[in-house]
């Protein structure tokens, strides 16, 4: 089975400085790597996500992710944050063939 | 062009009523998602449609739960017999391609309170 830990349910930065939100995933098989994010009272947004060929993914509003199986991580990155970027992001798994598997998520708060 | 949209966007029920909650997916979508998303939770998959059929209820938590997608575009998730554990927010997703590989889009949600 599947899973997928989001380490810190809150994470702060200030405007301008590295976003850094860490996924780490377990599967028997080659995932299927999603980053969503949810800003309030909105649906999900796909980011950007991994399913095969290069490792380093990038996606919408300057995101980032780097598949690296050796760590079994999956974590997402900004250079430079930015107010608009206070949301919730969700990491997700799936080997293809099962559902999704959703973290519990990580709050991003920008701090001016 | 429009979005996945979910009706109503909130509902507040007695325990014990029967509640519905419609999904209108993005036209043309042939795959819809079923999701349920407790406080502090990530969501956590319900079901998943392909076409009029459903070809993954296994998330489906009892059988107080049913969906159907008739004519495979709308769906509607049923519960009957709502309890206050079913308290959350239901949110429908489709995606143009069936599969796991594929992005799926997400309505609003219907945020379900049972007291």
């Known amino acids: 089975a599947q899973s997928v830990t989001q380490l810190g349910s809150h994470v702060s930065v200030s405007e301008g400085a590295l976003v850094l939100l860490r996924c780490n995933y377990s599967?028997?098989?080659?995932?299927?790597l999603f980053w969503y994010v949810q800003y309030p009272n909105q649906g999900l947004q796909l980011l950007l996500k991994y399913t095969t060929g290069a490792t380093l993914v990038k996606g919408i509003n300057g995101f980032e992710a780097e598949f690296k199986k050796s760590e079994t991580s999956f974590h997402l990155t900004k250079p430079s944050a930015h107010m608009s970027d206070a949301a919730e992001y969700f990491c997700?798994?799936?080997?293809?063939?099962?559902?999704?598997?959703f973290g519990k998520g990580t709050r991003l708060s920008v701090i001016a | 062009g429009a979005g996945v949209s979910q009706t109503p966007s909130n509902k507040v029920t007695e325990k014990g009523k029967y509640v519905e909650l419609r999904c209108d997916p993005i036209s043309g979508h042939t795959a819809l998602y079923w999701y349920r998303q407790s406080l502090g939770q990530g969501p956590e998959f319900l079901i998943y449609?392909?076409?009029?059929?459903?070809?993954?209820d296994s998330g489906l938590p009892n059988d107080r739960f049913f969906a159907v997608r008739p004519e495979g575009s709308v769906s509607t998730l049923k519960i009957q017999r709502t309890e206050r554990g079913d308290s959350a927010v239901y949110l429908c997703?489709?995606?143009?391609?069936?599969?796991?590989?594929?992005?799926?889009?997400f309505g609003p949600g219907t945020r379900l309170t049972v007291t």
């Open positions: 449609f392909q076409g009029t059929g459903a070809a993954d």
């Open positions: 997703a489709s995606s143009l391609n069936s599969g796991w590989a594929y992005e799926q889009y």
């Open positions: 997700a798994v799936s080997d293809g063939n099962t559902p999704l598997v």
């Open positions: 599967s028997s098989v080659p995932p299927y």
